[in-house]
């Protein structure tokens, strides 16, 4: 949104930090150039990925950057036992794919399976459950003998909209019901799907709304 980029800019931590904010639509295909053209080329401590739609399909497509710690959202209502995404499409828009605002990003178990592939171990997540911690391998000895459990968190989130835009106060696995028809890309299978033909989705944890203590 260009009135964001406005508005951070007139904030004191943009001048203060020699903050660049630019306006852009994401794709998996302009990340990297992106990233370049702003000389991000190189090892960088924090990559944070929150953009409600192709977060999956972005983080795997960055190469040009190896951010120590990387911070990626994920759809808690898509449950822990399943990795799934939605289809890539480049103009994903959140609100116009569905009017719920539930249906967008992938599952946990899909951002840590492609942690996994790119070198990176999970390490829980945040306790409102919306956004997964990953530390690069070779910095993991230092963090994970400081950690009593690694933990991912059920979405305490209740921000789902009705066919009028009224707020529905839905939460736990009634979002899951909304949802049910909606078209979703299974990473194990590569086949495009509904959830209703996944079955089980979530562990009993994740469905009384508690924490799960990955392995």
Not at 120 to 129: A, C, K, L, S
């Amino acid at each position: 949104s260009d009135n964001y980029i406005k508005d951070i800019k007139n904030q004191d931590i943009s001048w203060r930090f020699e903050l660049n904010a630019i306006s852009s639509h994401i794709t998996k295909d302009n990340i990297n150039s992106m990233l370049e053209k702003n000389k991000m080329t190189s090892d960088i401590g924090l990559l944070s990925i929150d953009i409600d739609g192709n977060d999956y399909y972005v983080w795997r497509s960055i190469d040009i950057v190896r951010p120590v710690i990387a911070v990626v959202e994920y759809n808690a209502v898509l449950g822990d036992l399943h990795s799934i995404t939605v289809p890539y499409n480049p103009s994903f828009f959140r609100t116009k794919a569905h009017y719920s605002n539930l249906y967008f990003g992938a599952s946990l178990k899909a951002l840590v399976d492609l942690g996994k592939e790119k070198g990176y171990t999970f390490i829980g997540t945040n306790t409102n459950g919306v956004n997964a911690f990953f530390i690069r391998n070779d910095y993991a000895p230092k963090i994970i003998p400081l950690l009593s459990s690694v933990s991912a968190y059920p979405s305490r989130f209740r921000e789902a909209r009705g066919k009028n835009g009224e707020l529905m106060l839905v939460s736990g696995s009634d979002r899951l019901e909304i949802i049910k028809d909606c078209q979703f890309f299974n990473l194990t299978t590569e086949e495009n799907i509904n959830i209703k033909k996944l079955g089980k989705i979530y562990s009993s944890e994740w469905e009384s709304g508690e924490r799960n203590n990955f392995k």
